[in-house]
């Protein structure tokens, strides 16, 4: 058991099920979303009752944050597994409803699709880098809202082709916005550059490990040490364009959708290359912190992610 609890997240098969999803996706169709999200709540009882490792993880998550939260003389928010795991399955139902086209303007904070198109107003390619804080797919939405912007995902597909395949039965088109990048090469940067000189956007994620992440490095979140995949880091690197943190999540003001540049100030040279991966990593890291106070609820990784725990 132990040992199926230490595996990392490249190691450990997606849960999803068609069938769920589609029954999930008839009750929000024909009975609303209020009904659908009051299912939830025995989906996720059971999920609670009987996902034994995802509720170790998040139990272990809730104790690093509350520990942090009492080092830094903050106080934490009130959050249980159960909490936890109810909020993912909301966050899941909002990809559904993002899927399904119906988000528009007025579902989102005021002004945050303005500071956003401030980026493509400049005229100029961009590299986002998320996590799985909150709902990246609110992004595709808001792009769904204005056409001129092209957006382009770097996704992972070798553990996931299970959830890849439900999203491609509610959303035909999102291949048409997915760069698979099981491993990285020259094929893949060629192509990254030459989206970038087109100037579209290009978003991929800095806080999961994969079985093709051949090189990782030690960062410290919550005042614990993880290990982040060098790749994301690197490609901004090679890449030679601005750099953001970009998140999205649900808050009662609608969904929000936060970046900052977060590119570092040293000249890219190959004496400096690990320097600047480390420091933009820490700039990464440092508002993925400030959103996890800000709701820990949001944050998903429901695995052994930390190392004193190995």
Excluded at 40 to 68: D, E, G, H, T
Excluded at 224 to 247: A, C, D, M, N
Excluded at 251 to 264: A, L, V
Aim: glycine fraction near 6%; include cysteine.
């Amino acid at each position: 058991m132990k040992k199926l609890f230490n595996q990392k997240w490249a190691q450990v098969d997606e849960k999803g099920s068609l069938f769920l999803m589609k029954l999930i996706s008839w009750g929000y169709d024909v009975l609303g979303d209020r009904f659908a999200r009051y299912i939830l709540n025995f989906i996720s009882f059971y999920y609670y009752l009987f996902a034994f490792n995802a509720k170790r993880s998040s139990r272990q998550f809730v104790k690093i944050y509350q520990a942090y939260c009492q080092q830094k003389g903050i106080t934490p928010r009130a959050l249980t597994s159960y909490q936890h795991i109810l909020s993912f399955s909301h966050m899941v139902l909002d990809k559904l409803a993002i899927w399904k086209g119906r988000i528009t303007e007025k579902d989102f904070y005021p002004g945050d699709i303005a500071a956003l198109h401030s980026i493509y107003n400049a005229n100029q390619g961009a590299l986002f880098i998320s996590s799985h804080y909150g709902n990246i797919e609110i992004a595709r939405a808001q792009g769904r809202l204005n056409s001129k912007i092209i957006y382009n995902a770097l996704i992972y597909t070798q553990n996931s082709q299970k959830i890849f395949n439900i999203l491609k039965h509610f959303s035909p088109d999102i291949e048409k916005s997915i760069i698979p990048i099981d491993k990285l090469g020259p094929e893949v940067g060629s192509l990254l550059f030459n989206k970038i000189e087109n100037g579209e956007w290009v978003f991929c994620t800095g806080d999961r490990i994969t079985a093709g992440s051949d090189k990782t490095m030690s960062a410290e979140l919550l005042g614990e040490t993880i290990q982040l995949p060098q790749g994301p880091f690197l490609i901004s690197y090679l890449l030679k364009t601005p750099v953001y943190s970009f998140h999205c999540y649900n808050s009662k003001q609608g969904y929000r959708i936060q970046f900052r540049e977060i590119t570092p100030q040293i000249e890219r040279s190959r004496k400096n290359r690990m320097k600047y991966i480390e420091e933009l990593a820490a700039n990464y890291l440092q508002d993925l912190e400030t959103l996890i106070f800000h709701d820990p609820s949001q944050w998903f990784n429901f695995y052994n992610y930390w190392i004193k725990y190995e």
